[in-house]
């Protein structure tokens, strides 16, 4: 007779073999951290947020282009794409038996496009895009590593208009997300290196004093003599909303090339301002991390529950010097901040149904759903997808 339990009429070698064939089906569904499978309804939500968002850079003439998941790891290098060399994932072409990269950014693919495959387009040139990312690591705010972007590049402009036009199109963008309730935090990146290069500051000196102001520690900036630290400090006052921050940049004596990017600010806040005067707009003159190949007026999307940003963008070269401007957004963070949609009425048509009320249908705007069951299981059916009605005998019933 076999061993039995202590306590129970089963064999210790059938709870071993369960227990073994439940660790197996928990191996099978462990994915490597910052990977996740997206499941209903999630993953339909997704798809419908990049579609409105196509939708919405399609009517503002923005050109939709698709490129590589996986390209040439030094194409993907080159330019804008160098600022995130450590991010990205290469392999081993076993076909051309050069190193290849996966997409961390989409950006400077299509700066890629922009300067190869349609150098010979007429300028400005508008492109959107939607796509996923994969990076080596996340974020504390973004712990996830496999992500989808959606966004646009204005390529072969230079006027303080087209950062206007990008701003303005990331705002439309959220609201017809049902999105009101967000911020656009505008910065300048590229201001205190100017300041530190026109006041002949050692390129040492110039990094520390730009961490502490990016790292908001006045105690730190206090420390950089009577030259530098008055203006390092008044920069970091600065920070706060449009207005306010304009009046505290405008009181400072800057060289002439930091005072001209001030100006710069102030033109492209004017402008935001009359075409959007509702848009809440701040300014951070000092921040720079996430802005490492920005080139002038950046800007940064804030919306209510979202986890950090939800976007960001400004302007850059592309590698043979002509002037772009664009922004990405994040769909993994984007959508924590888009509003619970509005229930529709789904009507649920069981197999076999006559739809001889097809014209009432439509004129009732019902999204159908054509059922399996035409039996008493039906109305359960219904309920298991969604539906509000069901089509019975050509009468419709709600269901309760």
Known sequence: MPPFCCSCWHSPSKYALKAHVMNNYSEKGLLPAGLADMLPPAAAAEAAVSEVLM??????????????????????????????????????????HRM??????ITPQVARIAT???????????????????????????PERQFTQAGVELIGSAEISADAELILLAGEALSRLGIDDFSIDLTLPTLMPTICDELGIDAETTKKAREALDHKDAAVLAQFGDQLAPILNALLEAAGPADHALT??????????????????ATLVGLLGNSAPDLVLTVDPGEFRGFEYQTGISFTLF??????????????????????????????????????????????????????????????????????????????????????HILIENEIKNIT
Request: aromatic letters at 6%; charged letters at 25%.
């Open 55 to 96: 939708k919405v850079f399609t009517s503002n003439g923005y050109l939709r282009v698709k490129p590589p998941l996986i390209e040439f790891e030094d194409h993907l290098l080159e330019g804008a794409g160098e600022a995130l060399s450590s991010k990205m994932f290469r392999v081993m072409d076993p076909v051309s």
């Open 116 to 142: 190869t495959r349609m150098k010979q387009d007429e300028r400005p040139l508008r492109l959107s895009y939607t796509g996923q990312v994969l990076r080596v690591y996340g974020t504390q705010l973004r």
């Open 248 to 265: 505290m940049l405008q009181k400072l004596v800057l060289p002439e090339k930091a005072a001209a990017q001030v100006a710069e600010l």
């Open 303 to 388: 919306a209510r529950n979202a986890r950090g940003e939800v976007g960001r963008g400004g302007r850059y070269h592309l590698l043979d010097g002509e002037a772009a401007t664009g922004f990405t957004l994040f769909l993994d963070s984007l959508m924590r901040a888009v509003p619970a949609g509005v229930d529709e009425n789904r009507l649920y048509l069981p197999f076999g149904t006559a739809q001889k009320i097809g014209a009432d249908l439509r004129a009732e705007d019902w999204i159908t759903v054509a059922g399996l069951s035409a039996d008493n299981k039906s109305e359960k059916d219904a309920k298991n997808l969604g539906c509000t």
């Open 100 to 105: 290849m990269g996966i997409r961390t950014d």
